[in-house]
């Protein structure tokens, strides 16, 4: 098994990609610490995972973060999927300023809080990986107000994270993922975008596809076991980069 004896710490477990990886990691032998701010959602996960550890975190909380991987211990794997609060649907133009930005902070403040209380305990044994996703759109996606900037946030992060931890024996890789079928429902959209139902989702998904070089949007399947492989030692050369998993939507 690919992570065998590594300890990873996922944050945004109880979500839809969050407890696929987890779930994931955990068939590959990872010992699995499922993060969060909702028990219900982390417990139902953790009851496809044997020996889970659940535990009630707000990842935008930095004492909250630290405290946490104190009780934790040694760790291998930190993976960022924590919800950002995007705002959709309108252009930039007449959206209101705190819609805009909410992405951008919380998904910074996130990123930055969980991996360097990581980073820290990985640079002192030599070993470890932080991961990150976003949507890749800092490439430029129209009408998806703060999501662009705030991914561009996180891809410079990762990128100088990698430049820094390298020397140290940590690598930093991000996933680039959208449109995942599985994931993409009225209610979950809903908080994002209110306008969406379910004919506009498949109208989105098929313009998706048809921007892609494969012609077909990826699968949760396919996400998870990219995120095993960037977590395995067999990855340990990859670093300061993001992995794109859409299917060629954006360039690398």
């Known amino acids: 098994m690919l ?39 982390l417990e139902a996960v953790a009851g496809d995972i044997k020996d889970a550890e659940v535990a009630v975190v707000d990842a935008l909380d930095e004492t909250a973060v630290t405290e946490h991987l104190a009780r934790v211990g040694d760790i291998d794997i930190s993976f960022n999927l924590v919800s950002r609060g995007d705002a959709q649907g309108l252009p930039i133009t007449e959206m209101p300023v705190d819609d805009f930005l909410r992405p951008v902070i919380n998904g910074t403040r996130a990123n930055f809080i969980t ?3 990581a980073a820290r305990r990985m640079a002192e044994r030599g070993s470890g990986v932080v991961l990150t996703l976003n949507s890749g759109s800092a490439h430029g996606s129209p009408m998806m107000g703060g999501t662009g900037p705030a991914d561009a946030a996180t891809d410079s992060l990762v990128r100088n994270l990698a430049m820094e931890l390298g020397p140290r024996g940590v690598r930093a890789v991000g996933l680039w993922a959208a449109g995942i079928p599985e994931t993409l429902t009225v209610e979950k959209l809903g908080k994002v975008n209110p306008d969406l139902n379910e004919a506009a989702i498949q ?18 399947a396919e996400i998870t076991a990219t995120a095993v ?13 993001f992995v794109n998993v859409t299917g060629g939507m954006f360039p690398g």
């Open 3 to 41: 992570l065998t004896d590594k300890t990873a710490v996922i944050y945004g477990a109880g979500g839809s990609i969050g407890g696929a990886v987890a779930r994931a990691f955990a068939a590959e032998g990872a010992r699995v610490h499922l993060v969060g701010r909702t028990r219900e959602t």
């Open 115 to 117: 991996a360097r209380a």
């Open 203 to 220: 109208g989105i998904l098929d313009h998706l596809s048809s921007l892609r070089m494969t012609r077909r949007n990826p699968t949760l």
């Open 229 to 241: 492989f960037l977590a395995s030692d067999h990855a340990a050369s990859i670093t300061g980069t």
